[in-house]
């Protein structure tokens, strides 16, 4: 069974930047789809971006192209997936969550394996 693990979410002020990573422990990121999601306090769970598990190509929700502000990488020298956001805004304040489907393909809507999330707040 594949267990993630997310971690890098904090404080930060608004402007500012942080660096999410996902990891795991017993498996090969490289072996699977890598999907990052987040939750806000009250809302639904909204899917970010993925990045694929054969030849790495990142796929973005409509509103994170708009943005332009978020990058989904891999490096599997250290077996991690990762979820760069600049500029943050106090509305990026949420959990974020890393996801893995079953089916090995790239999804912004669904997983089958979670990690346990990471918070992000964004406030001066």
């Known amino acids: 069974q594949l267990q993630l693990v997310e971690s890098g979410g904090g404080l930060v002020q608004p402007g500012g930047s942080l660096k999410l990573s996902c990891t795991a422990s017993?498996?090969?990121?490289?072996?699977?789809?890598i999907s990052w999601f987040r939750q806000a306090p009250g809302k639904g769970r909204e899917g970010l971006s993925c990045?694929?598990?054969?030849?790495?190509?990142?796929?973005?929700s409509d509103f994170v192209k708009g943005e332009g502000r978020f990058t989904t990488s891999r490096d599997s020298a250290k077996n991690a997936v990762y979820l760069q956001i600049n500029n943050l805004k106090p509305e990026d304040t949420a959990v974020y969550y890393c996801?893995?489907?079953?089916?090995?393909?790239?999804?912004?809507?669904?997983?089958?394996?979670w990690g346990q999330g990471t918070q992000v707040t964004v406030s001066s």
């Open positions: 990045i694929s598990r054969i030849d790495n190509e990142a796929y973005y």
């Open positions: 996801g893995a489907p079953d089916d090995l393909v790239c999804s912004l809507y669904v997983a089958d394996y």
């Open positions: 017993g498996a090969r990121l490289d072996d699977y789809a």
